[in-house]
């Protein structure tokens, strides 16, 4: 109907011709923008797999991972199934810092593989672990991403030795211990 309009010698059909091939343009754009289309559903998903959280600022947003409430025991491991990405927050050198000191976002797959089971092999400590009255303030909270899920938070006390993950308390594996010093800094 565009090509019509603009064959005739009417300029008025020239102008609505042109109205609607901008139209036509601009809608396009539109819906390239908004994600519509097969390609961009691909992409989409693509660009959602590998999606990482963000560390806050500061460890206190993160205080009621801190207390690691008893487990009842059974408790998944700490990265079940296939997370997506991972961010390592580390948090302050001493008691009265709980800065952000650095991060490290895993997005890469074999890192992400080597990150979880290296906390995999961390063991639950149902009833939580005795004896750790205060921690030096060297800490780490590890972000867990997953397709389409909520993010999995881990808080990790170097001091105390312990992953705490919801309601579940686990002591971690050396590995765990030295992978998180090793790509973060040591504390």
Known sequence: ?????????????????????MYV??????????GCGAASAAAAAS???VR?????????????????????GGAQPVVPGRPAAAVICRYGDNVSD???ASSLKVTDKSRLAQLQSALNESWETPGG??????SDGKSAVILIAYPGQADRVA???????????????YTPSVKALDLVASWTGKW
């Open 1 to 21: 109907m565009i090509s019509w309009l603009a064959r005739e010698n009417n300029p008025s059909g020239r102008r609505v011709a042109g109205w609607c091939g």
């Open 25 to 34: 343009a601009v809608a396009a754009a539109v819906l390239a923008v908004a």
């Open 47 to 49: 660009a959602a797999s």
């Open 52 to 72: 990482a959280p963000v560390c806050a600022s500061n460890e206190n947003a993160y205080l009621p991972l801190k207390a690691g409430s008893p487990a009842s």
């Open 98 to 100: 709980t800065r952000l």
């Open 129 to 134: 672990i005795p004896g750790c009255g205060q």
């Open 155 to 169: 808080f990790f006390d170097r001091w105390c030795e312990r992953i705490t993950v919801g309601s579940a308390t």
